[in-house]
């Protein structure tokens, strides 16, 4: 066991390493940070900030060396890096979990020599590539560039074959993978965590609500028949076991009319998804991160309440600034224009609209600037239901728009 008063590493340095962190302070570790930046979310909450580039692995090599223990928070911490850090101190997860979810083809491949349910799916390296995928899975498809995406990057929808060639282009020509679309009725998500003897808690299933594909709202406990909780319990620990996970890992799922759940991807980490856990749940995902890494047993993941997180997004700071009829006008422009507009979008909401309401929690997280799609914190907010728990949370954040 890795006890408090030891120090935990922590790879990346956005808001999962800073609520991993305040978590670990508060237990009494402390936090050493691998940051590509200074002055980062993680690295405000930590004891000490190694500023460095990812590949400089003598800069990693002595940030390991600090630490007893080294995790990570995000899923694109190249594997350079991680196996540096593994060849000095235990990595938990470990490399092999990091080597799956960073890369669309091996995740899904991952998935399919598992047994586990997924959309159709084929490897496309080329255009040809994808024009034989598309005769084979059909449209419409959805062409995923196979590494580096997230919150919708680097994917487009294609409705035609006579598509193929713009689509290619459009993803820089580079290994993808092209899916299927399915009509699902839900997405849904389970954050779990395995400790160091393959004890597995997880949180239920999550269900979520996004926009321009950025999770926009989380409820929990979902509703959902006791037979996909069930399903999703069972995949979730394939997935666990499989990978030989030490830590917490999210599974997004969609859920089909019928009832069955596809898997979509997997994060090795903490989730935005289960950010309502450190408010609903007895022990939250953060917890749960720092208790598996450092060889405790997993803790106890019983909901308190009902529970609904909201992300507050850099647009919201950009409305704030402008007002809604500027907003409008803004998206209007060129993508360019709107990132030049948002560097000087400084000026934060007024939180009175949620600091005076007792049902609510406000989490920000230090980024030094806001603009469009950038998570910049949450609410949360505990009810009887989780119908009400939402109300609050999207009430809130609507009030902090000012027209």
Known sequence: MILPGSTIGVLGSGQLGRMLALAARRSGYNIHVFSPEANSPTGQVANREFVAAYDDLDAVRQFAQSVDVVTYEFENVPLATAEACAAIVPLRPGAQALRVAQNRLREKTFFANNGLPTVPFAEVHSLADLRAGLMEIGCPAVLK???????GK?????NHPDEAAEA??????????LEGWIEFEREVSMVAARDVNGRIAHYNLIEN???NHILDVSVA????????????EAMVQTVLTALDVVGVLCVEFFLCEDGQLLLNEIAPRPHNSGHLTIEACVTSQFEQQLRTVCGLPVGDTTYLRSAAMANLLGDLWDFQRKGAKGQKEQRKKS?????????????SPDWTAVLTDPHLKLHLYGKKS?????????LTALADSVTEAEKIVRGARGRLVIE
């Not at 680097?154 to 294609?158: H, N």
């Not at 406990?221 to 999703?232: D, E, G, K, M, S």
């Not at 469009?372 to 949450?378: I, Q, T, Y």
């Open 145 to 151: 560039t196979a590494v580096s995406g997230y919150d």
């Open 154 to 158: 680097g994917q487009i929808k294609i």
């Open 168 to 177: 290619w282009q459009s993803v820089g020509e580079v290994d993808c993978i």
């Open 209 to 211: 609500a996004h926009h």
């Open 221 to 232: 406990p979902a509703n959902v028949p006791p037979q996909v909780l069930a399903q999703a």
């Open 335 to 347: 993508a360019r224009n709107l990132r030049q507009s948002a560097k000087s979008a400084d000026k």
């Open 370 to 378: 806001a603009r469009p799609g950038r998570k910049m914190g949450h």
